[in-house]
């Protein structure tokens, strides 16, 4: 009888970098495909090391519960992990088509209009997100147009979870 190998630890080096995606006050978030399956993730890096302890915990606050939820509004958490003891490391859904954010700036940019169901989907898709989070005791408490996060379909999906908090 074989023993089965013991499956290894994930790790930064299971992804290739594609592209930076964007930089928030405490982390970097990239376009990333694993290696493995070759499919697209966005991971987002979190350094730990200039961290107060409150803001690590909301890091790590993060994770619990984004793995803690599913839903069709609501970016889908795949893995994390700690990287060389000193980078937390979230892997989870990539929005192909950017955040609401960059969609504003280009239309202003552009002088054009988003459509009437745009609006309408991201908005009733925010609201669907937000009314899980709720139903489940969870206030986003950063909730902007660069929060909320367009998949190929147009689909809108609420993101960022890092200073949400779980009512008593």
């Not at 859904?93 to 991201?122: C, N, P």
Request: positive net charge; charged residues 25%; hydrophobic residues 40%.
């Amino acid at each position: 009888m074989v023993a089965a190998s013991p499956q290894q630890a994930p790790s930064i080096n299971d992804f290739n970098i594609v592209a930076k995606l964007g930089t928030g006050s405490y982390s970097e978030v990239f376009k990333v495909t694993r290696k493995s399956d070759n499919q697209t993730y966005a991971l987002k890096k979190v350094s730990l090391e200039n961290l107060s302890q409150k803001e690590q915990e909301n890091a790590l606050n993060e994770v619990r519960i984004l793995a803690s939820i599913q839903h069709e509004n609501i970016i889908g958490y795949k893995e994390s992990f700690i990287d060389q003891g000193k980078t937390l490391c979230i892997v989870m859904d990539y929005a192909s088509d950017g955040d609401l954010y960059q969609k504003i700036v280009k239309h202003k940019k552009e002088k054009t209009f988003f459509t009437d169901d745009q609006i309408w989907r991201t908005l009733i898709g925010s609201l669907q997100a937000l009314a899980c989070f709720h139903d489940l005791k969870i206030f986003h408490r950063d909730i902007k147009s660069a929060n909320i996060f367009l998949d190929k379909k147009g689909t809108a999906l609420l993101g960022d979870l890092n200073v949400s908090k779980v009512a008593k």
